[in-house]
T-cell receptor, first 111, second 114 residues
Framework: QKEVEQNSGPLSVPEGAIASLNCTYS??????FFWYRQYSGKSPELIMS????GDKEDGRFTAQLNKASQYVSLLIRDSQPSDSATYLC???????????FGKGTRLHILP | EPEVTQTPSHQVTQMGQEVILRCVPI?????FYWYRQILGQKVEFLVS????????KSEIFDDQFSVERPDGSNFTLKIRSTKLEDSAMYFC????????????FGPGTRLTVL
């Protein structure tokens, strides 16, 4: 079982719509979860962190965490062409204090 | 806004040569990390460093790799004898207080081993 799984995409979403990105993880004891955005050829840029079950909102971004289902998601409202990037889910593994990244989901916002 | 910086942006080396990648973490951060990303693949953890010691390291971080904080601002990754498969982007990151805390990444160094 892969430690952090994401659908690789590409996920195509019309401009102005909601983009929904999903991630599952294997370590049930994990407590810290992060979403990063990575433009091609650039470094990961932190978007959100989430530690508790439920929703966390920051501007157009909402992170959702369900520890029972080992599932974390990122919603992007009012999607803009500049949101086109790869979104990386990162999970702090409880067993060994390392952050494991998923392979990322490529998001394409259609103008 | 404070940021992590890395030098050089691109390093080309011959197989078997030693390379040192340099990073200046955010000034009040205490935890430092190195990651690598082979082209088209996921970001992989290499090592975490706190209080002048390695906290955690991955299987990738073998005896060919070492890290050092030579002074109050720099954090370095040394690869002693580079292999072709070491070609990748190497990212430095830092966090204020532990791996549970948000990590901020530098722009990366692209290492090309010929």
């Amino acid at each position: 079982q892969k430690e952090v799984e994401q659908n690789s995409g590409p996920l195509s979403v019309p401009e102005g719509a909601i983009a929904s990105l999903n991630c599952t993880y294997s370590d049930r004891g994990s407590q810290s979860f992060f979403w990063y955005r990575q433009y091609s050829g650039k470094s990961p840029e932190l978007i959100m962190s989430i530690y508790s079950n439920g929703d966390k909102e920051d501007g157009r971004f909402t992170a959702q965490l369900n520890k029972a289902s080992q599932y974390v998601s990122l919603l992007i409202r009012d999607s803009q062409p500049s949101d086109s990037a790869t979104y990386l889910c990162a999970v702090l593994m409880n067993r060994d204090d390392k952050i494991i990244f998923g392979k990322g989901t490529r998001l394409h916002i259609l103008p | 806004e404070p940021e992590v910086t890395q030098t050089p942006s691109h390093q080309v080396t011959q197989m078997g040569q030693e390379v040192i990648l340099r990073c200046v973490p955010i000034s009040n951060h205490l935890y430092f990390y190195w990651y690598r990303q082979i082209l088209g693949q996921k970001v992989e953890f290499l090592v975490s460093f706190y209080n002048n010691e390695i906290s955690e390291k991955s299987e990738i971080f073998d005896d060919q790799f070492s890290v050092e904080r030579p002074d109050g601002s720099n954090f370095t990754l040394k690869i002693r004898s580079t292999k072709l498969e070491d070609s990748a982007m190497y990212f430095c990151a830092s966090s204020a207080s532990g791996t549970y805390n948000e990590q901020f990444f530098g722009p990366g160094t692209r290492l090309t081993v010929l």
